[in-house]
């Protein structure tokens, strides 16, 4: 029986901005602070990824995110691989993946001038 609820919200953030803390602002409100999560990845790939989880994780906390509720994952779209749920029972934990507006919608990339397909 699922008597638990983790919200995550995953992306690579870079950078995070006032739209993405306003999902966050939703998750706390829908699911409790101490069970929404930001996950992101300590990728750097330049030009378009340039802050490492350190940097990305200063940034949200400038938002008002806290630090516990930024978690690094090597794998961001693959929940059933985040480490900080190993702790957690699967048979009693659900977990709700967020995607903001932008990523249910078709939208065009003008770096390959092609339409990427929503997540």
């Not at 998750?27 to 378009?48: A, R």
């Not at 690094?72 to 702790?87: G, I, K």
């Not at 990339?109 to 929503?118: M, V, Y």
Request: aromatic share 10%; glycine share 6%.
């Amino acid at each position: 029986m699922i008597n638990k609820v983790i919200a995550v919200y995953p992306g690579r953030f870079q950078p995070m901005g006032r739209h993405h803390k306003a999902t966050y602002d939703w998750m706390v409100e829908k699911f409790g602070i101490e069970n929404s999560f930001i996950v992101t990845s300590d990728k750097v790939c330049l030009p378009d990824s340039p802050f490492c989880f350190d940097e990305k994780e200063k940034i949200a906390s400038a938002y008002g995110i806290p630090a516990g509720s930024i978690k690094n994952e090597r794998v961001v779209y693959a929940p059933t691989r985040y480490t900080f749920l190993n702790e957690m029972n699967p048979e009693t934990t659900a977990v709700v993946v967020v995607v903001g507006e932008k990523d249910l919608k078709d939208s065009f990339d003008p770096k390959t001038g092609k339409i990427e397909k929503a997540r």
